[in-house]
């Protein structure tokens, strides 16, 4: 007993002189000491990550519509590109990471026989990083191109640039329910779409 005291505070105190801040020794609730490792980390990659949301878009026009809040639907593919990524251990969590987000989104609109449509197709960079046990809270930018279908306007498909923030509560290791707010403006339609949408998105 008194040699396995010994061996690990041998090993602790080698664990500290030699730089190795993954190997700790802590006495159990027996008083025995015990060591503890990397192993003890949980590390979420969370390099890939599919994103599924629906919500609203207002698209700020003005025309003969009586209604500019429309359903809003999002799909995006985040790839991790850069930071490292979150760790967990008991209940701390840190780092930060960057993501390449190809997106898609979607929204029509008919009212009094004039019907009008937008599909999204962009790409943002996210910063993603911890903000408690089991949340991130994540900021973001991006280009897209908008693909119109509007019996109204004269306009064609047009550039567009977009700032967005959001959170993902983490409701499983590699799942997480998320909500994001964004403004969305449309070159040559001079649109400022402003977005709410909620989903779910799964880490792999």
Not at 51 to 74: H, K, Q, S, T
């Amino acid at each position: 007993m008194r040699g396995r005291v010994w061996g690990s505070t041998l090993v602790g105190v080698a664990a500290l002189f030699l730089g190795l801040p993954a190997v700790t020794v802590a006495q159990d609730d027996s008083g025995m000491y015990v060591r503890h490792d990397e192993d003890d980390w949980e590390e979420t990659e969370h390099r890939y990550a599919l994103g599924i949301g629906f919500g609203l878009v207002n698209i700020d026009e003005d025309d003969i519509r009586d209604d500019d809040v429309e359903p809003y639907y999002a799909l995006n593919f985040r790839i991790g590109v850069f930071g490292r990524p979150a760790r967990t251990h008991a209940s701390r969590r840190f780092g930060m990471r960057g993501y390449l987000e190809p997106e898609l989104g979607y929204w029509s609109q008919s009212s009094r026989g004039i019907s009008r449509s937008d599909l999204l197709l962009g790409l943002n960079l996210i910063g993603s990083t911890p903000v408690g046990p089991s949340a991130d809270f994540f900021v973001g930018g991006g280009i897209g191109y908008h693909f119109a279908d509007d019996d109204f306007n004269a306009t064609d498909d047009s550039l567009g640039v977009n700032a967005q923030f959001g959170a993902d509560i983490f409701v499983a290791r590699r799942v997480s329910l998320f909500a994001v707010g964004r403004f969305d403006l449309v070159d040559d339609r001079d649109d400022l779409e402003a977005k709410a949408y909620v989903g779910a998105r799964f880490y792999f």
